[in-house]
């Protein structure tokens, strides 16, 4: 039986789970087509504003891939290409273009193509137990290049290194430590930690977290902004949610935005 990626909102927060149980949410084929899909449905809808991504269930945000599958969808190069690139590449993609903040809420193991998953995220919100790695090298594969782009970009390249040569297992704390992670708290408050951190996203100007988002992926990319970009960076000042901010600051009162 294949895993699946479970779909529900609250108001304008929307969550995913990676949901495996029977593997510890480790993520099938199914399942990276599933999320990339779930994503793209995410990202056209206006009226959310947050979105949360976990596994079922206390044990693993995610186990990595679905070692069973290997035999069958990564037999060949143009097999493993088509795997690597047609399906867990286009999930991680979206996530990192996801237009609004993402929080990966985690308990448990997050390992493999859990934690390429939750590098890819915005904030990373961990129970004191979790724990974190990529132990492939015991398996005899290597990461797929282009999987390595969250990992690299988050932690730089002597901390993936050192989780990739060692294949050692992180506590919370070092991952912490290394840049992994955005917080931990104890196990049993992951969820309403998630919650009130995307709470406070949505309470925000959500034209201004995309922008958010926006910018710094284009500083990222290291080119000097250009005029017509840096002119770009003041759109805010025509919107109705730069008027309600001003508005509310003046009144003492708690904004409305609107998105508008």
Known sequence: MNGEILFSREGAIATLQLSNPDKLNA????????????????????????????????KAFAAGGDIEEFLTVRATVDDALHYHDELVATALDAIRACPIPTVAAIHGACVGGGLEIAGCCDLRIAGASSRFGAP??????????????????????ATLLEILLEGRILTAQEALQKGLLTRIVDDEKVIDEALASAERIAAGAPLVARWHKQWVRRLMQGEPLTVAEKRDAFAFLDTADYREGLDAFFAKRKPQFTGR
């Open 27 to 58: 993520i099938d084929s199914a399942m990276w087509t599933a999320l990339r899909e779930a994503l793209d449905r995410v990202a056209a809808d206006a009226s959310l504003r947050c979105l949360i991504l976990r596994g079922a269930g206390d």
């Open 136 to 157: 492939i090298n015991r398996l005899g594969f290597s990461m797929y290049p282009g999987e390595m782009a969250g990992l690299l970009a988050l932690v730089g390249p």
